[in-house]
Structure formats: C-alpha cells, structure tokens
C-alpha cells in the first residue's frame, strides 16, 4: 500500500515564504513522475509544479520564478520551496506520485496540506 504524507502549510504574510514536504512509503521500486497540485475554493484543481523521470520539470506559468521543486529519490520525497507568495497561491496543496503503468495503481495523491497567504 502507498501512502503520501504532506507536511508544511501554514499561514504567512504576501512576500513570505514557505516549503512543502511530501514523502512516500510503500512498495516502489520506480517512478514516473511526483510533484504538487493545488485547489482554491471554488477552483478547479491545477497543476503547480511537478518533476518527470529523466530530470524534467514542469511549472506552472503562475509560480515560475518563485516555487523551486525539488526530489530526492532515494527518500522518495519532493518538496516545494514557494518564495514570494501572494494571496492567490492561497489553496489546498496535494503531493501527486504517478507510478509506471505496471503497477496496480498508478496516481496516488496526498490528504492535502493548507497554505494561506494573508496579512
């Protein structure tokens, strides 16, 4: 059984900054991909940033040049650095693991860490 577990979120002032944390337990010997969504109340959930086997990393254009994703593959864990925040990065965050297709299961998501951007 594979299991995520986020930690991290909190409440900080526009221009702060905060770091996510989403490690994964279970029975993986390989990945294809992990990396982060988020959804705003009301919103649909969209990607934030995520890293693909081979070294590729995708961002959203909203958080480029201030989240930094970063994976560490012997821990099976990734994390988000988000630096200059502003009240629209306010949202629940979700770790997303996508395991190859030989696996049972291949996405596994997170419970969800909050952040909020507030004065």
């Known amino acids: 059984q594979v299991q995520l577990v986020e930690s991290g979120g909190g409440l900080v002032q526009p221009g702060g900054s905060l770091r996510l944390s989403c490690a994964a337990s279970?029975?993986?010997?390989?990945?294809?991909?992990m990396g982060w969504y988020r959804q705003a109340p009301g919103k649909q959930r969209e990607l934030v940033a995520i890293?693909?086997?081979?070294?590729?990393?995708n961002y959203a254009d909203s958080v480029k040049d201030r989240f930094i994703i970063s994976r560490d593959n012997a821990k099976i864990a990734v994390y988000l650095q988000m630096n200059s925040l502003k009240p629209e990065d306010t949202a629940v965050y979700y770790c997303?693991?996508?395991?190859?297709?030989?696996?049972?299961?291949?996405?596994?998501w997170g419970q969800g860490t909050q952040v909020t951007v507030s004065p």
């Open positions: 997303y693991l996508k395991l190859p297709s030989g696996y049972k299961v291949s996405d596994y």
């Open positions: 279970g029975s993986i010997s390989s990945i294809d991909a």
């Open positions: 890293t693909i086997s081979g070294g590729r990393t």
